[in-house]
């Protein structure tokens, strides 16, 4: 069943809402198996790899700290990725892909 946007998903026993730009709307509710649902199901990554997790542990945990995503600067110093790497990684990039598969809300600013 295709996704569509704004609606509710069972991801396991969690119930997800994804706003009208399949955002996490209930970010409290993220765990690695939503990830997993969102990434696969969002932006077509059917196995996340120990990469996927690099980038998407390090903007949940700055998301959970800042209650933002993190600039684009600085999540390739921190990561290590090129922002290539990160586009072959997410092929929505850094804010349309790895913030949403992070459980982020639609960063602002430039990422």
């Known amino acids: 069943m295709p996704v569509k946007c704004p609606g509710e998903y ?50 949940r945990e700055y998301w959970e700290t800042y209650g933002v995503c993190p600039p684009i600067k600085m999540l390739l110093k921190e990561t290590g990725f090129t922002l290539e790497q990160i586009y072959q990684l997410f092929p929505s990039g850094p804010a349309n892909g790895a913030c949403k598969v992070a459980g982020a809300p639609k960063p602002t600013g430039c990422v």
């Open 10 to 59: 069972k991801v396991d026993d969690v119930t997800i809402i994804l706003d009208e730009e399949c955002f996490l709307s209930n970010p409290e509710v993220w765990n690695e198996k939503v990830a997993e649902w969102m990434a696969r199901e969002l932006e077509g990554i059917q196995k996340m790899t120990e990469d996927h997790w690099k980038v998407v542990k390090y903007l």
